[in-house]
């Protein structure tokens, strides 16, 4: 199995509750909620994102990036 990698999903605003709970149901585990922005992140074994993507009312599945800024 692969190992989890963090994600940030886009959904449809109006069925927020409905959606968040297929995701659960396809392998997502939430860390973050913003329903009035449609938008929610959490961990997913990388093997599960086309899963994520195909739940009706997804929009959009990114990985999160890490970003590193050097010291000045």
């Known amino acids: 199995m692969s190992a989890p990698v963090g994600v940030?999903?886009?959904v449809d605003r109006a069925r927020y509750a409905e959606v968040l709970?297929?995701?659960r149901g396809a392998g997502l585990t939430v860390t973050?909620?913003?329903p009035?922005?449609?938008t929610l992140s959490g961990t997913v074994v990388?093997?599960?994102i086309a899963a994520l993507a195909a739940v009706d009312?997804?929009?959009s599945v990114d990985?999160?990036?890490?970003s590193r800024?050097?010291?000045p």
Do not use: M, Y
């Open 32 to 34: 973050g909620e913003q």
């Open 57 to 59: 009312g997804v929009q």
């Open 36 to 38: 009035v922005l449609g």
């Open 21 to 23: 709970a297929a995701l």
């Open 63 to 66: 990985r999160e990036r890490a």
């Open 8 to 10: 940030i999903l886009a």
């Open 69 to 71: 800024v050097s010291p």
């Open 46 to 48: 990388e093997d599960r």
